[in-house]
């Protein structure tokens, strides 16, 4: 219910993607995303993993 | 009837879902006025039923205090926050209005206020709305 910040594992680290993420949409092998401020971004890959109780979604790169 | 201004800027999620939960739990018992600092984020808080709405920098200034309560996130005091869209005179309007300010503190433009536990928006609007409730008695 609650708003996850959205992260991209790089060199084995999670780095921060996009903030505060409202609407995860995915679309195709992209993924949309909205935070609560209005900002937008669409990730080439996939949910790698989601964790509601840590507010965390994992992102992966396409390769 | 309490006269409440949510203001916001940008895509006005934030005001919208303040808009929105505020109708939920006050129905009429409250006049609701949407303060967008673009039309966007105004046409976005009036889908949520705010009762009025205006666009920029004249119609915050001037509404700001003919209010009881403002509402908005963090910003809304900080001049030039929200990309700009947040002008000078707009936060000042907001902090010479005589009306209570009950602010969010979720911003983007690194303000971090001390022992302030950071919480999910769904979660300080229920706060918000439990401090409107003990303050005016609605």
Not at chain 2, 132 to 138: A, D, L, P
């Amino acid at each position: 219910m609650c708003e996850a910040n959205a992260y991209v594992i790089k060199d084995g680290k999670e780095e921060i993607y996009l903030e505060s993420v409202d609407i995860l949409k995915p679309e195709g092998n992209q993924i949309y995303l909205r935070n609560i401020f209005g900002e937008q971004k669409v990730f080439k890959g996939k949910i790698k993993e989601m964790s509601l109780l840590n507010h965390k979604i994992i992102l992966e790169e396409e390769k | 009837m309490i006269k409440i201004a949510v203001i916001d800027g940008q895509g006005g999620g934030i005001g919208s879902f303040i808009i929105k939960s505020l109708r939920e739990s006050f129905g009429d018992k409250i006049e609701i006025i949407a303060l967008g600092t673009n039309a966007a984020a105004t046409a976005n808080m009036m889908k949520s039923k705010a009762n009025k709405g205006a666009s920029g920098e004249n119609a915050i200034v001037w509404n700001a205090s003919k209010v009881d309560l403002i509402i908005g996130p963090l910003s809304i005091l900080v001049a030039n926050a929200m990309m700009g869209e947040l002008t000078s005179k707009m936060a000042e309007a907001v902090g010479n209005s005589p009306a209570k300010k009950f602010l969010l503190p979720i911003n983007q433009e690194g303000i971090e206020i001390i022992s302030v536990v950071k919480e999910p928006l769904p979660h300080l609007v229920e706060k918000l709305i439990l401090h409107i409730k003990e303050e005016f008695n609605v």
